[in-house]
């Protein structure tokens, strides 16, 4: 018996028509490339993390690098913000991403807060001066030496998004197409990333 929730029966028919019809596999090299273009697309993500009260938490962040072949995310952080205290205690995170058109990606894994100057340094941008302040007290300066800055990298673990390579209107047609005859529209090239396939990747 399935340990999943299911609230109908629909015999030999697929009960979530919209996946089974846009759900695609393609080669991994094609699934990666057309992700990390995605991802490369938009500035900023959504980050989740799991609060010390249990509850999930998102804020918005800008994305400051890819490692990993373009699926270990980094961030910058505060190391004195919510955020690394929800990650210190657990450490299982979820990026997502959407854009205008209604194409998403949505990758989970694991965070690790990393400290270490190089790396800090690395991917420093004159731009956090402006959100992490300048202490007056020479050393909490928000540059790249300042403490308080570390970066948070994403490990993922498993990936699932969406892209379309058809016009808003060809898109359109298709919904109205589905409402009309009760047939789910095919609008989007819905991709999964297993776990196995990622590590391929590293």
Known sequence: MSSGFSNADTGSKPADPYKAKNLENPSLREKVEDLVAFINSCKFGMMTTRSQSGLLVSRCMALAGKE???L???FHTNTESGKTDDLHSDPSINISFLDGSGQWASLSGEAAIV???DMVRKYYSRELKAWIGDLGDGKHDGGPEDPRIAVIKVNAKTATYAVTGQSMVSRGAEVVKGMVTGDSPSVH???ELNTDEIQQCE
Do not use: C, I, N, S
């Open 68 to 70: 990993g072949g373009g």
């Open 189 to 191: 090239k819905l991709r």
């Open 115 to 117: 400290t270490d100057r």
């Open 72 to 74: 270990d995310l980094l």
